[in-house]
């Protein structure tokens, strides 16, 4: 796999590790095990899916922004809780936030049994985040909204940097890259057309 994550662009050597050293088929249903490394995005339930390992890199490649390690990220959207495994290698703490409160506690014992400990859990509406831990270096979302919560943005630090695929589903979402400059001050580029599972707000038990 990390052959093909190369070959597809992902130069960051330290996400590279992280992504080798995080057990995919963990993160699946037995069912789906074999299938774990294949480049596609995988089911979950309810709904949701397991991004494809290359965008699952892309987003930590850029969230870290050239850095080897960061010391607070929040993830938006647990979902399987693989993102929030991957990121955990390469930051000091990871906030991720869910709304599915099935999902959460899913994850929560898949992290445990690989001993990642550096992990906290919020169920919770993403669109709101985590402000009381605020703020962060880098935020993920796992979901696309139609634009970019504004809560969010106010959550990073200066210097931070906020990845969020963006866009109506069935349109052309765009994998953004949102960094704080200073006060309220942002700059956004956009990178690779992607297609995610839409951000809902409200929690689910």
Not at 24 to 30: A, G, K, L, P, Q
Not at 66 to 78: A, S
Not at 92 to 100: D, G
Request: aromatic share 6%.
């Amino acid at each position: 796999m990390l052959d093909r994550l190369e070959a597809q662009g992902i130069r960051n050597r330290p996400v590279l590790q992280a992504v080798e050293s995080v057990p995919r088929e963990v993160f699946v249903d037995e069912v789906q095990s074999v299938r774990a490394y294949e480049d596609c995005s995988l089911p979950i339930g309810q709904g949701q899916t397991l991004s494809q390992p290359y965008i699952v890199a892309r987003m930590t490649e850029l969230v870290m922004g050239g850095e080897t390690r960061l010391n607070r990220v929040l993830e938006v959207g647990t979902g399987s809780g693989y993102q929030a495994a991957v990121l955990a290698q390469l930051c000091q703490t990871v906030f991720t936030v869910e709304r599915i409160g099935a999902f959460l506690e899913q994850a929560r014992r898949r992290h445990r049994q690989l001993g990642l400990l550096n992990i906290r859990y919020m169920h919770r509406d993403g669109f709101k985040g985590w402000p009381s831990q605020a703020p962060y270096d880098g935020i993920v979302v796992t979901a696309a909204p139609d634009a970019v919560p504004p809560e969010l943005k106010q959550q990073l630090a200066v210097g931070g940097r906020l990845v969020i695929p963006v866009g109506a589903q069935g349109g052309g979402q765009k994998l953004t890259v949102i960094t704080r400059l200073a006060g309220n001050e942002y700059q956004t580029r956009w990178y690779d057309l992607v297609t995610f599972v839409p951000l809902l707000p409200g929690e689910l038990v």
